[in-house]
């Protein structure tokens, strides 16, 4: 998990809130596995306590992979934009579900897909 926002995605979308929020995958086209790509998610509207939100992900060969996130941060207190590296050698990522805490007012979460290439190219090494 990684914070920060996908400058220039790949697929992005938005995804209303009604209840749970579930997004179809299949039209990000993703040329690789999916393995070599981050989602990210912006929350429209910060959480306002500290949670652990779930995020279920289905990929094209039916593999199914649940995951918790935190909404809270040792440097930020309430962060709204969290990466997630997806996985490798299961396919394409199909679709999402993402359950967000009970009190969170947010209408809309923005659904990103960016290459890893990119991701790591925004980082540089220090040198001394």
Known sequence: LTY??????????????????NVDMSEANLEQD?????????????AEKHSTWVL???????????????TDDRFMEYPTTFGIQLLPEQGNLAEIE???????KGKNIEVSI???????SNYTTPTY
């Open 34 to 46: 999916s393995g070599r790509y981050y989602l990210w998610l912006e929350l429209d509207t910060p």
């Open 98 to 104: 993402i359950r967000p805490e009970t009190g969170w």
């Open 4 to 21: 920060g926002k996908c400058q220039d995605p790949v697929f992005q979308t938005i995804a209303p809130r009604k209840g749970r929020i």
């Open 56 to 70: 279920r992900e289905t990929y094209t060969n039916d593999f199914k992979k649940t995951i918790g996130f935190l």
């Open 114 to 120: 960016c290459s890893i290439d990119k991701v790591t």
